[in-house]
């Protein structure tokens, strides 16, 4: 079992910054890959960002490549999405996932947090 509560949105200016963290509980977190996936309203939930068990490989969507940056301290059981050079078109629900495969597919993922609400202004 594994719950997830995401935290860090909020309204930021274009060009600015954010970090997201995703708060773990539960006694495999270390021997699962995590995710972020965003949805904006009106539209279907993206593949964000995705990260190893032990954070050796991460994967981004290319509309994020080279802006975010995920991470995660397995010692305190949570993962971060380190967000920069933020665009109007990041505004969305960020949500974590968990599971047993490293993939950008929904699909591939057991636990899900509630999300948190990215709003990025001009």
């Known amino acids: 079992q594994v719950q997830l509560v995401e935290s860090g949105g909020g309204l930021v200016q274009a060009g600015g910054s954010l970090r997201l963290s995703c708060a773990a509980s539960?006694?495999?977190?270390?021997?699962?890959?995590m995710g972020w996936f965003r949805q904006a309203p009106g539209s279907e939930r993206e593949f964000v960002a995705a990260?190893?068990?032990?954070?050796?490989?991460?994967s981004y969507a290319d509309s994020v490549k080279g802006r975010f940056t995920i991470s995660r301290d397995n010692a305190k059981n949570t993962v971060y999405l380190q967000m920069n050079s933020l665009k109007l078109e990041d505004t969305a629900v960020y949500f974590c996932?968990?599971?047993?495969?490293?993939?950008?597919?929904?699909?591939?993922?057991?636990?899900w947090g509630q999300g948190t609400q990215v709003t990025v202004s001009s």
């Open positions: 996932a968990a599971g047993d495969i490293y993939t950008k597919y929904r699909s591939g993922y057991d636990y």
């Open positions: 539960g006694r495999t977190f270390t021997s699962i890959a």
């Open positions: 990260i190893t068990r032990f954070g050796s490989s991460r």
